[in-house]
């Protein structure tokens, strides 16, 4: 009786287990995709609902890849999975423990391997400026420890300004934009509130605005001392991700509230000026092309 009884419950959790690759937490590693499509290239795949049209820029993941890794001067070495919901329901599912009670855009594994956008990239969201922003997030994963990933979450503006900068290195497609604020709306704000509770806390108020603030500010870090000294401070603060902030006094001289304070006022006096347009980076002399820097 004992025996038939274990028989049952293994036959259940086995079922349990096979379920969850088509249609649970393991999609992204199931090699079936019930109701959706999978595009496959050299350095990432795509899964995609089968029941919409595509979205070009998923064809350009090869090259964005290539971007993101040049930015970071950082090789991304595990091919990765797009997933890309086609419902809540399915997001749930496949994503549950991934979105941490969240309704993001979108959300990079801490492994770095599988990126999942939400049903959200099917409103106004530019999918190509979205999908070079978790690019950015898997890239850096691929290349620390899942205790540094983890850590790095109470640390948006370094881990999401960052991405921020890479997700803008491309043109929105037409009707859509990306996920920080234009940058004439968030000039107008920034002359009147103080930046500095966007880098206090990590839990924010106004998320859009926050992003939009880190993004800008990483992009003036860069233009006033270079992508060398980005890139130092990137790794101090990758390898003591839960001391971030005194790795970016060790590296920039002054500690984190002048820095945001002197990047409000070049703002407020219009010493910087940010643009919705692909940035320079400083010492590149190069847009978009993953060939011009890093």
Not at 2 to 30: E, H, I, M, N, Q
Not at 84 to 97: N, Q
Not at 167 to 180: E, Q, S, T
Not at 214 to 241: N, P, V, Y
Request: charged share 20%.
């Amino acid at each position: 009786m004992a025996t038939r009884w274990k028989r049952g419950v293994a036959y259940v959790l086995g079922v349990a287990v096979l379920a969850a690759f088509p249609y649970g937490p393991l999609f992204a590693w199931s090699p079936l995709h019930p109701g959706y499509v999978e595009l496959r290239f050299n350095r990432a795949n795509v899964v995609y609902p089968a029941d919409r049209a595509v979205d070009p820029a998923y064809r350009d993941v090869d090259r964005d890849v290539a971007l993101a890794e040049s930015f970071h001067n950082l090789k991304c070495s595990k091919k990765i999975t797009v997933v890309v919901c086609g419902s809540w329901g399915d997001c749930l599912r496949f994503a549950a423990p991934f979105l941490l009670g969240q309704r993001p855009v979108g959300v990079t594994a801490l492994t770095g391997t599988v990126i999942y956008l939400t049903p959200y990239i099917f409103g106004t969201w530019d999918a190509g400026g979205v999908l070079r922003h978790e690019l950015s997030h898997a890239t850096l994963n691929q290349n620390r420890s899942l205790l540094s990933v983890w850590r790095t979450l109470k640390q948006p503006w370094f881990s999401e300004g960052v991405a921020g900068v890479t997700a803008a290195m491309g043109d929105p497609a037409p009707g859509k934009m990306l996920v920080a604020l234009p940058a004439k709306d968030f000039l107008t704000r920034a002359s009147q509130e103080d930046l500095w509770p966007c880098f206090e806390v990590a839990p924010q108020k106004d998320w859009r605005f926050s992003y939009t603030a880190w993004e800008f500010f990483w992009d003036r870090q860069i233009e006033l001392r270079g992508k060398e000294t980005f890139l130092r401070f990137e790794s101090a603060c990758t390898q003591d991700a839960g001391n971030c902030r005194a790795r970016f006094a060790d590296v920039y001289r002054m500690d984190l509230r002048s820095a945001v304070e002197a990047y409000q006022n070049d703002l407020r006096s219009r010493r910087f000026v940010p643009s919705d347009r692909t940035p320079i980076l400083a010492g590149t002399g190069s847009r978009a092309d993953p060939t011009g820097w890093g």
